[in-house]
């Protein structure tokens, strides 16, 4: 039992490059997350997906998409790169949206040059 | 904008203190969390409280909910120096699906 798997671990990109980033939980989960995280900062949460099949905008959603491939697996998608969207970028799942805890996965750190 | 707003910003006791942090949020909320952050790693839960609850316990951990002052804290007792993280919390509004973490507290618990 994994609980929340993301990957790359780290990732270096130009400005203007596109990436995705991999998030899967095997808890069963409904609901999933996309949250940055600066430096001294707390968590901005970027997209969130309630249930399978749907996804929202978060506080932070521009320069960003999601998908959300199947109950275990969403992504989170960089069309065009900008040094602003360095960052550390945390995906988590909870049972039910917005009623029960959230596990977290261990982060992606991206810097974009 | 942030929702939640911890205080203090940085926080330095002694082991065996007990250490306190509060946070204080902005609009009515289903449950309000807590969670620690160990340097360079991901989230950890360590209370979820109700909008209809006042307290709760886990281990050396109590939490305390005054909807009334939309202000809740945390308090850790007799700490030790794995206590030494950063700890947020976290709201969800009344009707939204939403997490919206405050910008934290650092505790640090020196042996």
């Known amino acids: 039992n994994a609980g929340v798997t993301q990957t790359p671990k780290f990732q270096v990109l130009k400005t203007g490059q596109s990436m995705t980033l991999q998030c899967a939980q095997d808890?069963?989960?409904?609901?999933m997350y996309w949250y940055r995280q600066d430096p001294g900062m707390g968590l901005r949460l970027i997209y969130y997906?309630?249930?399978?099949?749907?996804?929202d905008k978060g506080e932070v959603p521009n320069g960003y998409n999601v998908s959300r491939l199947n109950k275990r697996e969403f992504s989170l998608r960089l069309e065009s790169a900008a040094p602003s969207q360095t960052s550390v970028y945390f995906c988590?799942?909870?049972?039910?949206?917005?009623?029960?805890?959230?596990?977290f996965g261990p982060g992606t750190r991206l810097l974009v040059l | 904008s942030q929702q939640g707003e911890e205080d203090p910003q940085a926080l330095s006791i002694q082991e065996g203190e007990n250490a306190t942090m509060n946070c204080s949020y902005k609009t009515s909320i289903n449950n309000l969390q807590w969670y620690r952050q160990n340097s360079g790693r991901g989230l950890v839960h360590l209370i979820l409280?109700?909008?209809?609850?006042r307290e709760k316990h886990s281990g050396r951990l109590r939490v305390t909910l005054d909807t009334s002052k939309k202000s809740s804290s945390l308090l850790i007792t007799a700490s030790r120096a794995a206590d030494t993280a950063s700890y947020f919390c976290a709201t969800v509004a009344s009707g939204t699906y939403k997490y919206i973490f405050g910008t934290g507290t650092r505790l640090k618990v020196l042996a």
């Open positions: 988590a799942s909870s049972g039910l949206a917005g009623q029960e805890t959230q596990y």
């Open positions: 409280i109700r909008s209809n609850e």
């Open positions: 808890m069963n989960h409904n609901s």
């Open positions: 997906s309630a249930s399978e099949g749907t996804t």
